[in-house]
């Protein structure tokens, strides 16, 4: 190896590990502590054990050149291989990388948006009442809005609280918010897949992480059991947020800095170890 690589110029081999190695950081960042995390280890060990067997085997000779060229057949397969299993990683990604400022996301939301979510959550929580509210930003929800009831109604507390009562015909499925209007009711969000989320977790949240993870929306769950609010963002769950911290930690996530408005900003943020806290909290629904 040293010999091989004393064959290029030294600023030429430091530049390529750099590159690598960032490569390999960011791929291993994008999967730690999703489903794709063990895959990527198997992966990487298969890879490792199959090159160093086949190096070993053939080097200096011609021998086994079979068995190099199922070899190479092989990489061929492992990269299709990857890009089926990790298809909703990948598809996850490429969501994540529409939302970049480079191609114009983060535009944000008016700060009146969730002051009014906020303040129809507190009423659902208290009365325990479930619900299921995705707030859209850059990835539009056409698809799913067509399967629910249209309203394009102006967003109101009221009208969230009375989507959700109980009996009410729509009660059961979630609610689309486009800007300042509730653009659909009775819509049935995509549940993450087995696994994704421990088994005492409901429907709800389910629906939640999965739209959340099929788009950049935030997802917002009350949990009918026992009140419980929690946010789906990017496939990941934040529950038990308090009620008192619900309203800046869904602004944090929905107005851009330069809408905010003078009032709101001495409200104090939910750091990242809140936020973990609250992710690790165990759920009863």
């Not at 959700?164 to 897949?193: C, M, T, Y």
């Amino acid at each position: 190896m040293l010999e091989y690589l004393g064959s290029y110029p030294l600023y030429q081999v430091i530049l390529e590990m750099a590159v690598l190695w960032i490569c390999v950081y960011f791929i291993f960042r994008f999967v730690q502590g999703t489903r794709a995390a063990g895959a990527v280890k198997g992966f990487a060990i298969v890879l490792v054990v199959f090159t160093l067997l086949i190096r070993v085997m053939t080097r200096d000779s011609d021998a086994f050149g079979r068995l190099n060229y199922i070899y190479g057949q092989f990489l061929g397969l492992l990269a299709i291989l990857l890009v089926v299993v990790f298809q909703p990683e990948l598809r996850q990604a490429f969501i994540r990388l529409g939302q970049a400022r480079l191609f114009g996301a983060g535009r944000g939301l008016g700060s009146s948006v969730p002051q009014t979510i906020a303040t129809a959550v507190t009423f659902l929580s208290k009365s325990q009442f479930g619900a299921i509210i995705a707030i859209e930003r850059e990835v539009k929800l056409g698809g799913l809005v067509e399967r629910g009831q249209t309203l394009n109604a102006e967003l109101s507390a009221s009208l969230i609280e009375s989507i959700f009562w109980p009996n009410s015909p729509l009660h059961d499925l979630g609610v689309v918010i486009r800007g300042k209007q509730i653009v659909a009711a009775g819509v049935q969000f995509p549940l993450a897949e087995e696994g994704v989320l421990p088994a005492r977790y409901g429907s709800r949240h389910r629906a939640a992480v999965g739209l959340s993870m099929d788009s950049d929306a935030v997802v917002v769950i009350v949990s009918e059991e026992n009140g419980a609010v929690s946010i789906a963002e990017r496939g990941q769950l934040i529950y038990d947020i308090p009620r008192d911290e619900f309203e800046q930690a869904l602004r944090s996530r929905l107005v851009a800095p330069s809408l905010e408005d003078p009032a709101t900003n001495s409200t104090d943020t939910v750091d990242a170890a809140t936020s973990d806290e609250l992710v690790n909290t165990p759920a009863t629904e």
